[in-house]
């Protein structure tokens, strides 16, 4: 007869999302930088699984622990401009840490804005969570408002909106409409489904609009609202509920 209290194996990735340190991609990354270790021993495979209160798993030195009764936490907050999000910087810039809320448990951000962008950003102890809104097999739209140089024209943007080729890639589909034009600069509105790196600014740099100035207002239904720059604020019950895909 099988033991039922028998726990089975599971990926290190996921154990460190379940503990809050990181979303499984990032930890993907620490294990990557050797900072991984299992039973002592550095963490050298990806698909390498522990069981839960049988072998010890460390980040950093510190040692993870995993909590049955975890309760998921999200925060929405407001990335000024100039602020890199990482937990810290070797080279003292500022970080997205910097404006975390007062909180015992340990939050990290859900994706990553540019250094000279501003707007939406949640913060979660969820790395599970992270990972489901950071994928674009579930098709989380997160929306932009973006200033260009130059004037657009609408027909411009249909490349976009079939799909966009970035350094030979063919990227999913982008809403995209052009909200006002002040001089010589134009305002857009853009949806995204998957927010590569850069992606903005080089799929607007190829049609000859370089790109000013970019603020996220909206992920998924959860929208910045009245949030000043630095600012941050628990998720009410209802958003919760919206974001647990």
Not at 64 to 75: C, N
């Amino acid at each position: 007869m099988q033991n039922s209290n028998v726990q089975e194996p599971i990926r290190i990735q996921k154990v460190i999302a379940q503990a809050g340190i990181a979303s499984r991609r990032a930890a993907e990354k620490l294990i990557l930088s050797g900072v991984v270790m299992l039973n002592g021993e550095i963490v050298k495979e990806m698909g390498q699984k522990m069981i839960i209160g049988k072998d010890h798993l460390s980040v950093e030195g510190r040692r993870v622990k995993i909590s049955q009764h975890k309760k998921t936490q999200v925060y929405a907050l407001y990335k000024p401009k100039n602020c890199i999000t990482t937990l810290n910087d070797p080279e003292g810039r500022t970080t997205i840490s910097d404006f975390f809320p007062q909180t015992s448990v340990r939050l990290f951000p859900v994706g990553r804005l540019d250094y000279d962008a501003e707007g939406l950003i949640l913060l979660t102890n969820d790395g599970d969570l992270a990972q489901q809104l950071m994928h674009p097999s579930h098709k989380v739209w997160k929306g932009y408002f973006v200033k260009v140089r130059g004037f657009v024209k609408n027909e411009t943007l249909a490349a976009l909106r079939r799909g966009p080729v970035i350094e030979k890639r063919k990227h999913q589909a982008v809403r995209v409409k052009i909200l006002h034009t002040v001089n010589d600069k134009t305002w857009l509105e853009i949806f995204l489904k998957e927010g590569t790196n850069r992606q903005i600014k080089k799929m607007l740099l190829s049609l000859g609009n370089p790109v000013q100035k970019i603020k996220r207002f909206q992920v998924g239904p959860i929208s910045l609202g009245d949030l000043q720059s630095g600012e941050c604020r628990a998720l009410a019950p209802e958003e919760l509920k919206q974001i647990m895909i």
